[in-house]
């Protein structure tokens, strides 16, 4: 079992940046590759990012790339995702998921823990 927790969400002006952070506890995390994943009402949830269980491989979502960067810190128990140049489209709850496997994967079926999610507004 593995506890995620996001923070470091919030309301940015349109060109701003925000550096969201994602806890984990339970189980060692190293084994994990870790993404982050965003949703809007009534949209289905997104793929933003991944990360492998050792931080050597990234993966984006085309759209995303140059804009956002995943990290982690397994030492910390921690990945990190920095958004810069944040546009009103961003606005959306986050959340961070942890996958049972090496890679990483934009396929939100493969993570099996969440957490709640925190909210991302950019204005305009």
């Not at 309301?11 to 590759?33: D, F, H, K």
């Not at 050792?54 to 397994?74: C, E, M, Q, V």
């Given at each position: 079992?593995?506890?995620?927790?996001?923070?470091?969400g919030g309301?940015?002006?349109?060109?701003?940046?925000?550096?969201?952070s994602?806890?984990?506890?339970?189980?060692?995390?190293?084994?994990?590759a870790?993404?982050?994943f965003?949703?809007?009402?009534?949209?289905?949830?997104?793929f933003?990012?991944?990360?492998?269980?050792?931080?050597g491989?990234?993966?984006?979502a085309?759209?995303?790339?140059?804009?956002?960067?995943i990290?982690?810190?397994?030492?910390?128990?921690?990945i990190?995702?920095?958004?810069?140049?944040?546009?009103p489209?961003?606005?959306?709850?986050?959340?961070?998921?942890?996958?049972?496997s090496?890679?990483?994967?934009?396929?939100y079926?493969?993570?099996?823990y969440?957490?709640?999610?925190?909210q991302?507004?950019?204005?305009?």
């Amino acid at each position: 079992q593995v506890q995620v927790v996001e923070s470091g969400g919030g309301l940015v002006p349109a060109g701003g940046s925000l550096r969201l952070s994602c806890a984990a506890s339970g189980r060692t995390l190293t084994v994990y590759a870790m993404g982050w994943f965003r949703q809007t009402p009534g949209k289905e949830r997104e793929f933003v990012s991944a990360i492998s269980w050792r931080g050597g491989d990234t993966n984006y979502a085309g759209s995303l790339k140059g804009r956002f960067t995943i990290s982690r810190d397994n030492s910390k128990r921690t990945i990190y995702l920095q958004m810069n140049n944040l546009q009103p489209e961003d606005t959306a709850v986050y959340y961070c998921a942890a996958d049972p496997s090496f890679l990483p994967s934009s396929d939100y079926v493969r993570y099996r823990y969440w957490g709640q999610g925190t909210q991302v507004t950019v204005s305009s």
